[in-house]
């Protein structure tokens, strides 16, 4: 897999307006043509792939050249996968009590034996799912079937966990089949994507297209995929024209409508204000999947102070996209740096004791979030997926103790 993208998301501290300082960085941020780095690496290759980008160090002199405003970054990316690395350790069982035992993916909901004629209350109301909801899940490396069974069944029993959200893309004939069924047997709901990448093409059609497949030909897709989201980090990638990515996410919601499926844009605050808002956008997707990765804001200092950052992006997203619900789903805090995954303040700590510090801040705002209707996955499962980022380490094991609530 791809390690992380060293992207940077700046916020305007105003919540109620993009002020004219937010307009000029975004226009200083397009005069540099800068985008994410993006650098391939694992514990056993270090090899360069895709795009890498114009360089951090010119990235971070035009953000501290603007004034008045708050990043919060996103460091996605995709590293190449060590396959069969699975746990060596369980921590306890999430002791959470279930929101709601009669749906769809609640902790206590009992798989039927077969998929049922419809989706008539299937799944589980959106207020009922916030606080932790799982764990993106990097699938670049095309894991085999036994792995996805036995690591998704960790996600669901260990830290019960409601969905997955993928990242990344498999091409593999089959394997959106292998990614349903062990969705399926685990209980646990997808968060499916539209992967663009990073070389340009139209690619991405392939991808789409398979998975508008599989709902229609595997008849377990439908009951575990909850959203289709179309492209990570599309608007700051520029991947589309901002009105040709509205125009598809229609689309994509007028085809998928049949199988009541949702559809999203996976982005970052950034990424719609740069785009003027991008308000078409907002106004096309379901819900918002927002990124979440402060430790590339030029504020930033550690995992446990990083609540102003959070709630400044949250504060945008609730007004511009006028109430959506809100995941949290590329949401991290690295544990190291290296290139391409380096801070933007000199007082951002990264280390696992701050990792550590990020999350448990996260679950100490459980009453914020059930009473904003904010759910948030950690991102991402494993360091084999994108090292610096996992909650298991290079030796299998869990780097700190994870233990989320699901409700409060």
Not at 130 to 137: I, R
Not at 140 to 153: G, M, P, R, V
Not at 154 to 169: H, N, P, Q
Not at 289 to 296: G, S, T, Y
Request: with cysteine.
């Amino acid at each position: 897999m791809r390690t992380s993208i060293s992207s940077l998301t700046v916020t305007a501290l105003s919540l109620l307006t993009i002020t004219t300082p937010f307009v000029s960085a975004a226009a200083t941020h397009k005069q540099h043509s800068l985008a994410h780095k993006r650098i391939v690496g694992s514990r056993n290759n270090q090899t360069k792939r895709d795009n890498p980008a114009i360089g951090l160090a010119a990235l971070n002199s035009a953000l501290s050249s603007v004034g008045g405003l708050s990043s919060s970054g996103s460091s996605a990316g995709l590293a190449k996968n060590v396959a069969g690395a699975p746990p060596a350790t369980t921590p306890a069982t999430n002791s959470s009590p279930p929101v709601n035992t009669g749906c769809f993916p609640s902790a206590n909901f009992t798989m039927p034996a077969n998929p049922p004629a419809n989706a008539d209350n299937w799944w589980c109301d959106l207020d009922t799912e916030y606080a932790f909801v799982g764990f993106s899940y990097e699938v670049t490396a095309c894991q085999s079937a036994s792995q996805l069974q036995k690591e998704f069944k960790d996600i669901k029993e260990t830290y019960g966990s409601r969905y997955v959200r993928l990242y990344g893309a498999c091409d593999k004939a089959g394997f959106i089949d292998d990614l349903v069924d062990a969705a399926w047997d685990n209980g646990l709901g997808l968060h499916q994507l539209i992967w663009f990448g990073f070389d340009g093409g139209n690619q991405w059609k392939m991808r789409r297209d398979a998975i508008y497949s599989n709902l229609q030909s595997n008849p377990k897709a439908k009951f575990v995929t909850r959203v289709v989201q179309f492209g990570s980090e599309p608007l700051f990638d520029q991947v589309l024209p901002e009105s040709e990515l509205a125009s598809n996410v229609r689309s994509a919601k007028k085809t998928l409508d049949q199988y009541g499926v949702n559809v999203t844009v996976s982005d970052m605050a950034y990424g719609f204000q740069e785009n003027g808002g991008a308000q078409d956008v907002l106004d096309a997707m379901d819900w918002v999947n927002a990124h979440m990765l402060p430790f590339f804001s030029t504020q930033a200092t550690t995992g446990g102070a990083a609540w102003p950052l959070v709630e400044t992006d949250i504060q945008w997203f609730q007004q511009h996209a006028k109430g959506k619900k809100i995941y949290m789903d590329e949401n991290a805090w690295p544990s190291t740096t290296y290139s391409g995954v380096q801070a933007n303040s000199a007082k951002a700590v990264a280390n696992v004791n701050n990792e550590a510090q990020y999350f448990d801040l996260l679950d100490s705002k459980c009453s914020y979030f059930k009473q904003n209707q904010i759910a948030w996955f950690m991102h991402i499962y494993s360091d084999d997926q994108e090292p610096g980022y996992g909650l298991y380490g290079d030796d299998g094991k869990t780097k700190f103790k994870f233990k989320p609530k699901t409700s409060c």
